[in-house]
C-alpha cells in the first residue's frame, strides 16, 4: 500500500454513520502500519512531513467527541477497535517526535496539540501515557516551550 492509501484508512470518513466496526479494524490496521513505518529513524520525516499524515493521526485522537468514548461508539467491539486506532496512532505520533526536526511542525499542526489534551484527559492507559510522551518531546524544543505554556488546559492535563 501507498502512504496515502494508509492515511484515506485513517482520516475520519465525512459520514460518521459509516464507522462501524468494520471502518475501525480498517483503521486499526493502517494505523498499525504507520506506526511499523514511522519506527524505522529514516522514514520519520517523510512521514510526518507528507501532507495530510498529521490531520490524519489528529482526526484518529478527535472522534471520541465531545460526550465520551461510549456516547461516540455505544458498541463495545467498535469501542474496542477505536481504543486500539488511538493508541496505535499516539505512538506512531510518538516515534515522529522522537525525530528533532518534526517537533515544530507537529506543535504546529492544526488540533494536535488539542487533541493529545483531550486523549490525556479521556484515556487511562496506554494513549494516556504516550501523548504525555509525545508532549514531553515537542516541549524540548526550545521554539515550541513558551507556545505551549499558553496552551489552554495543557499543564493542567500533565
Known amino acids: 500500500e501507498q502512504l496515502s492509501d494508509l492515511l484515506v484508512s ?24 504507520l506506526k511499523l513505518l514511522s519506527a524505522k529513524k529514516e522514514n520519520r ?42 493508541k496505535r496512532a499516539v505512538q506512531t505520533l510518538l516515534n515522529l517526535a522522537a525525530q528533532k526536526e518534526n517537533r515544530i511542525i507537529m506543535f504546529h499542526s492544526p488540533g494536535l496539540v488539542n487533541a493529545l489534551i483531550r486523549t490525556i484527559d479521556e484515556d487511562i492507559m496506554d494513549s494516556r501515557q504516550g501523548a504525555c510522551a509525545v508532549l514531553a518531546f515537542l516541549a524540548r524544543t526550545p521554539e515550541n516551550r513558551t507556545l505551549m505554556a499558553k496552551v489552554p488546559h495543557l499543564l493542567d492535563a500533565i
Do not use: Q
Open 45 to 86: 520525516k517523510k512521514i510526518c512531513w507528507t501532507s495530510g499524515t498529521l490531520p490524519a493521526l489528529t482526526s484518529v485522537l478527535n472522534d471520541a467527541g465531545p460526550n465520551g468514548i461510549e456516547i461516540a461508539f455505544p458498541d463495545v467491539h467498535t469501542r474496542n477497535e477505536y481504543d486500539e486506532a488511538r
Open 10 to 33: 485513517i482520516c475520519t470518513p465525512e459520514d460518521r454513520s459509516t464507522m462501524d466496526r468494520g471502518f475501525m479494524v480498517r483503521r486499526k490496521n493502517a494505523c498499525g502500519a
